[in-house]
């Protein structure tokens, strides 16, 4: 299997699309080992497809992109401009409120950026914010939406590594409003070093906040609708996605009557066009996950871990690193899909909660979505934005220490993180 990973990585380099740099890369495993019959890379690669909890997937990302063109979003926008547009690089802030208002509406970081970028990209520049800068907040902030439910990463990583997936749920809440006052500081400095003024100098009074809240209502409501109905057993998470996409159409056709014919056409269309990619990668990368399990890695990684240090700290610092550089090489579920039986086993044996270790995983490795080499938020808030990667890069430091203090408080507060998750579901 080393061989077929150094093929990957090498294929990685050359510049080869994931989905089938990984694919080729399982074959070549196949290949290598003639007592394994080739049968089993067929039912692998449609195995992974199949799971009743990877459904969340295609419905949450529709469920999204209806959202998107019902009007709810744009009442978010509103909403999030109202509490922040008499802090330092107003915008910025609203990026940032945005992507916490939108995580248990998008699920997806890559579709939140993207949609940020689109929605108030156009206005930063004309208030005179660099093109980077914009790219930059945009890109960053979409990282919020890795830990709000619903998350498509925790869903991934709680299918793939067995643990549940609403206790990821909740626990996700805690470190992404932490998240978002790091970067919410982190913007503000940002801003105030630019010279980006707020909108005005006094907040709202508590009357036009109140009123954004109640236009908002539809989207505000819908996490907790969706943590309550599965917390009580109405539904599953798979199930949940089926709810969103139900509770869109309704919002959109019902209450907000903005979704007609044309715009429910452009949501299928889009959402066929994501889970394209998304479908793809994860049938090829079961081909190479059995070769992982095949070859004892998860068993050889734990060992080679626990033998480094007996301290639980230095071994998530550890993952940390690795998973980070990772992430600057490699696509967030490839990562996941790979990565997580590898190492839930060894972080079990020092006694590390799967769901604190679940948080701290996919909020490092979605980070890779923003990071060069291979960085798809990066490269799509540069393309929408028409600046450099090079340029987003340069300004986008002081998120990526918001990002940093946000796992630190996670590896250090560990109760912190599972309070909430513990009071829902039971210790």
């Given at each position: ?21 990984i ?6 495993f196949?290949?290598m ?5 080739w ?29 998107n063109n ?16 008499h ?41 005179g ?33 067995e ?18 006052i ?7 400095w ?20 109140a ?14 609708i969706?943590?309550?109905?599965i ?33 429910f ?26 070769g ?8 050889q ?22 998973l ?23 972080v ?10 679940g ?18 938020a ?45 009071l829902?579901?039971?210790?």
């Amino acid at each position: 299997m080393v061989s077929a990973i150094g093929f990957f990585m090498v294929f990685l380099f050359l510049g080869m699309p994931v989905a089938f740099a990984i694919g080729i890369s399982g074959a070549i495993f196949f290949f290598m080992t003639p007592d394994i019959p080739w049968t089993i890379l067929v039912q692998k690669s449609l195995s992974t497809t199949q799971s009743f909890t990877m459904l969340a997937i295609p419905l949450f990302i529709f469920a999204g992109n209806l959202m998107n063109n019902t009007g709810i979003t744009s009442r978010l926008v509103k909403l999030a401009n109202v509490l922040t547009g008499h802090m330092y690089g107003s915008i910025g802030q609203v990026s940032v409120v945005l992507s916490t208002l939108m995580g248990g509406v998008s699920g997806s970081a890559v579709a939140d950026a993207a949609m940020e970028c689109r929605i108030l990209g156009p206005e930063m520049t004309k208030r005179g914010y660099a093109p980077g800068w914009a790219a930059a907040v945009n890109c960053l902030s979409g990282l919020i939406v890795a830990t709000i439910p619903p998350s498509m990463g925790l869903i991934i990583f709680g299918t793939v590594g067995e643990v549940s997936i609403g206790r990821l749920f909740v626990a996700g809440f805690v470190p992404g409003i932490i998240m978002c006052i790091t970067m919410m500081i982190a913007t503000s400095w940002s801003a105030r070093h630019l010279g980006y003024k707020p909108d005005h100098d006094k907040p709202y009074p508590l009357s036009v906040i109140a009123k954004a809240c109640w236009e908002s209502i539809w989207a505000l409501m819908f996490p907790f609708i969706l943590i309550i109905l599965i917390r009580i057993g109405i539904m599953t998470p798979s199930e949940s996605g089926a709810f969103a996409i139900f509770y869109a159409l309704v919002v959109g056709v019902f209450i907000y009557k903005e979704l007609d014919m044309e715009k429910f056409k452009k949501c299928v269309f889009e959402s066929v066009k994501d889970l394209s990619v998304i479908t793809m990668i994860l049938a090829l990368s079961g081909i190479f996950s059995y070769g992982v399990v095949f070859d004892q890695l998860p068993q050889q990684a734990a060992d080679m871990l626990v033998g480094f240090t007996d301290s639980s700290v230095v071994l998530l610092f550890s993952i940390i690193i690795m998973l980070t550089i990772c992430g600057m090489f490699m696509e967030t579920t490839v990562i996941t899909l790979i990565v997580t039986p590898i190492l839930l086993p060894v972080v079990r044996q020092y006694g590390i909660d799967p769901v604190h270790f679940g948080i701290i995983m996919m909020t490092t490795v979605t980070m890779g979505c923003s990071t060069p080499p291979v960085g798809v938020a990066l490269y799509t808030c540069s393309s929408i934005m028409n600046c450099s990667v090079q340029e987003v890069t340069k300004y986008a430091w002081p998120w990526f220490v918001a990002i940093f203090v946000t796992l630190m408080i996670s590896v250090f507060c560990p109760k912190l993180i599972l309070f909430l998750p513990n009071l829902v579901y039971g210790v």
